[in-house]
Each structure stands twice: as structure tokens, then as C-alpha cells.
């Protein structure tokens, strides 16, 4: 059974920074391409950055890109988002997810799910 566990956010002020985890078991982490999705209150869910199996491509949201980056530890079946110059409008739940389907930034096709992070950027 796949199991996927973020890390605890938290409270942080604007411009200031956060690392995200998401541990994941039951599954060969090296097959599946890993990613970060969040979902602010009232909002639909959205995505934030891709990693592929081997680290070799990213993909980031526009609203992201050059503040956050997404890493993986193969050998640590983990993901890491780190969020820089953080803003109010990233306040949000993240999500980890995996897919071994195929590199994408739909979350349909992500079958598996953590149970979100709560992230709140104060002003």
C-alpha cells in the first residue's frame, strides 16, 4: 500500500522560507514521478512543481517558479519542496503526490495522495 506522509508546515511570516517533506513507502520511489500540489481556501486545487524519476526534469507553476524548489532522495524515498520569498497568496494545504504514468501536471493523473500541509503566510 502506498503511503505518502508530508512533513507538518506551519506559520510563517511574508518573505520568509519553509521546507516541505513527504516521506513515501510502499512503493519503488525511483518508478514514480513525484509532485507538489496545493489548494487555498475556497479554491480549487493547483499545481506547484514536478520532479521526474530521476531528477533530471522540474517543472514549476509560474506563480512559483524562481522561489520554490523541488528536489528528491531516491535513496531516501523522499521529495522535498523548499518555498523561498514566501507570499500571503501561498497560503495553502500542499499536497505530496506520485504517478508512475506518466510526467504531467494534471492531477488526475497523480494516484496517490498525501493528507496535505497546512501552510500559512502571514503579512
Do not use: H
Not at 520511489?29 to 500540489?37: K, N, P, R
Not at 531516491?74 to 506520485?98: F, G, R
Amino acid at each position: 500500500q502506498v503511503q505518502l506522509v508530508e512533513s507538518e508546515g506551519g506559520l510563517v511570516q511574508a518573505g520568509g522560507s519553509l521546507r516541505l517533506s513527504c516521506a513515501a513507502s510502499g512503493l519503488t520511489f525511483s518508478s514514480y514521478v513525484m509532485a507538489w500540489f496545493r489548494q487555498a481556501p475556497g479554491k480549487e486545487r493547483e499545481f506547484v512543481a514536478t520532479i521526474s524519476w530521476s531528477a533530471a526534469m522540474t517543472f514549476y507553476a509560474d506563480s512559483v517558479k524562481g522561489r520554490f524548489t523541488i528536489s528528491r532522495d531516491n535513496a531516501k524515498n523522499t521529495v522535498y519542496l523548499q518555498m523561498n520569498s514566501l507570499k500571503p497568496e501561498d497560503t495553502a494545504i500542499y499536497y505530496c503526490a506520485a504517478t508512475r504514468r506518466s510526467w504531467s501536471i494534471a492531477p488526475q493523473v497523480y494516484d496517490n495522495w498525501g493528507q496535505g500541509t497546512r501552510v500559512t503566510v502571514s503579512s
